[in-house]
Nanobody
Framework: EVQLQASGGGLVQAGGSLRLSCAAS????????IGWFRQAPGKEREGVSC????????YYADSVKGRFTISSDNAKNTVYLQMNSLKPEDTAVYYC??????????????????WGQGTQVTVSS
């Protein structure tokens, strides 16, 4: 059984920071990347970040580059998302998920598979 439990969300003011955690079980980081996508009401799902555990490569959406940092602790089967300089537009439910990266003629983009319940991030203005 694959389980991906996100935690660490909350309410912060614009410019503040949060660190999200994802506890993964049912598969190993050697076999799958782990990352984050988010969804806000009335908006399309947006891939946020992905870390490939075989080599540690990291990928980010343009909207969060320079502000968010993904990292992993493979011994604990845990992935983190450090979110700094938060903006109201970052408000969404954040889901951790198994992820992969696809490179094609349009560039590099992230894809997601299994995910859990997610955690709410609200940034006030």
């Amino acid at each position: 059984e694959v389980q991906l439990q996100a935690s660490g969300g909350g309410l912060v003011q614009a410019g503040g920071s949060l660190r999200l955690s994802c506890a993964a079980s049912g598969f190993t980081f050697d076999d799958a990347g782990i990352g984050w996508f988010r969804q806000a009401p009335g908006k399309e799902r947006e891939g946020v970040s992905c870390i490939i555990n075989s080599d540690g490569s990291t990928y980010y959406a343009d909207s969060v580059k320079g502000r968010f940092t993904i990292s992993s602790d493979n011994a604990k089967n845990t992935v983190y998302l450090q979110m700094n300089s938060l903006k109201p537009e970052d408000t969404a439910v954040y889901y951790c998920a198994a992820c992969g990266v696809v490179v094609d003629q349009l560039g590099t983009h992230m894809e997601y598979d299994y995910w859990g319940q997610g955690t709410q991030v609200t940034v006030s203005s």
